[in-house]
């Protein structure tokens, strides 16, 4: 009954913040079928997001992307450094399933590296530059994200 009600405040809010509060009453109905088919599609599992650990990873992404961009910019513009791109078989901690998901999802975002598919319980990750660092860096970044999400216990 809470994730009901949080998501369907979110939601309300969102409509909010989209409308700037006009015709509240079709947001309201907007955002209660908007909560039942995300209960339906999505519903509440045993993971609970730590409000603090969600802060620190969403305002850490920002910062690592525009890090990971120019290190990618560097490695394409700079002469001296070629790039020498491949795959990396990587382990994840996540079992398969939405975390799973959702973090690749999110790690597709950064700059540099792109989880491009599963070989058994690898993910194969498609790297700018080969490096054995990109296992360890996607290692401590899931762990971040399962500790975010509630799913690290």
Same mark, same amino acid.
């Given at each position: 009954?809470?994730? =009901?009600?949080?998501? @369907? ?10 409308? #700037? ?9 907007? &955002? ?28 850490? @992404? /920002? ?10 910019? +560097?490695? &394409? ?5 070629? /790039?020498?791109? =491949? ?5 994840? +901690?996540?079992?398969? #399933?939405? &975390? +799973?998901?959702? @973090? ?6 950064? /700059? #540099? ?6 070989? #058994? ?22 762990? +971040? @994200?399962?500790?975010?999400? =509630?799913?690290? &216990?």
């Amino acid at each position: 009954m809470a994730a =009901g009600a949080i998501r @369907f405040a979110l939601l309300l809010l969102a409509w909010a913040a989209i409308t #700037g509060g006009v015709d509240l009453a079709l947001g309201i109905l907007t &955002a209660a079928a908007a909560t039942w088919c995300s209960l339906v599609l999505a519903p509440p599992g045993l993971h609970r997001p730590r409000p603090a650990a969600l802060a620190v990873l969403l305002l850490r @992404f /920002p910062w690592q992307a525009l890090r990971a961009g120019i290190d990618v910019a +560097r490695l &394409a513009l700079d002469p001296r450094r070629a /790039p020498t791109p =491949g795959e990396v078989a990587w382990t994840p +901690r996540l079992p398969p #399933g939405p &975390a +799973r998901d959702a @973090f690749l999802a999110y790690a597709s975002l950064l /700059p #540099g590296t792109l989880p491009a598919g599963e070989a #058994g319980e690898s993910v194969i990750i498609h790297a700018l530059s080969i490096d054995p660092s990109i296992a360890s860096a996607m290692t401590a970044e899931e762990t +971040r @994200f399962a500790r975010a999400i =509630g799913a690290d &216990a």
